[in-house]
Structures are given as C-alpha cells and as structure tokens.
C-alpha cells in the first residue's frame, strides 16, 4: 500500500497568509525553508529547499494567529501536486505543496505558551471546551469508551 506523508521541520520564509474561499472556509499559506548541511571532501555543504504549505479549517486560523515569518515549526502532511497555468503564457507548471495535517513550533531554540480553542464542528476532534480561565481538565463528554484505534 503506498503512503503519502511527509514530516518535515523548518523556517517561515514568510508570515502565513490567511484567506477565506467563496464559501467562507478558512485556508492559509505559507512558506517553509528546510535546510540540510553535509560534508563533501571535508567541507561543510549547505542545501535549502523551499516549500509552499497549505492549511485548512480551523488549522488554518490557528496558524495565521499564531506564527509568524522566522518562527521553526515542524510540518506533518501530505504531498499535492498540483498544475497551473505560467504567468508569462509559456505553458503549464507543475507545484509540488505540503497540505498539513499539523503544524506548530518547535521547542529546540524556543519556548511557546499554548492557548487552547474550542473546537469548531466537523474537526477530528481533540478538541477542549474551555478557554484560559476555565478548567484545566477536558470535559469528559468529549471522549468515549471506545478503544482509539
């Protein structure tokens, strides 16, 4: 069976761009320079790879709200490839995107403060019925008895 994940950890190249489509679902965009460094005779080599990341729904927002360009976040996804049309006329293109089903900071230069949201409806769930101020503890109608996996 084929898989079609990829995890992978970098820099915002850009602060994300939040949008809405026409039927007001929330969509955000942004931009990832992963680096790599190995040595070639000795010499230390430095490659970077640039990727567009997109991210849907109630992801979206959190993100647009909460990252900003130069923030190292770690990316948990699938690859879209998808065609478009080049600006100039010269014929289609082809982009390769990471549609994220996680993104958040990571913790080995930083440190981070969570703010939980409620959950919106339609999600997978995860999802906690308090803001600051109110308990610390998910409400327990959120889960059930059933085995998680």
């Known amino acids: 069976m084929a898989s079609n ?3 992978v950890v970098g820099n915002l190249t850009r602060d994300p761009e939040l949008r809405f489509t026409q ?14 460094r190995y040595q070639v005779n000795g010499e230390w ?15 979206a927002e959190n993100a647009a709200a909460s990252l ?30 990471i549609v994220a089903d996680e993104i958040g900071p ?5 440190t981070v403060t969570v703010e939980r949201t409620a959950p ?3 999600g997978e769930g995860g999802g906690y019925s308090g803001g600051r101020g ?4 998910p409400a327990a109608d959120n889960y059930s008895d059933e085995e998680p996996f």
């Open 45 to 59: 080599q430095d490659q970077t790879s640039f990727m567009n990341v997109v991210l849907w729904d109630q992801l």
């Open 68 to 97: 900003s360009k130069g923030t190292r976040v770690l990316v948990s996804g699938r690859l879209d490839v998808r065609e478009y049309e080049a600006r100039d006329g010269s014929g289609k293109r082809q982009s390769v995107d």
């Open 120 to 122: 919106r409806g339609g």
């Open 23 to 36: 039927s007001g679902k929330p969509t955000c965009t942004l931009g990832l320079a992963v680096n790599r």
């Open 5 to 7: 994940s990829i995890t």
């Open 134 to 137: 109110a308990s610390s503890a």
């Open 106 to 110: 990571t913790l080995r230069w930083a």
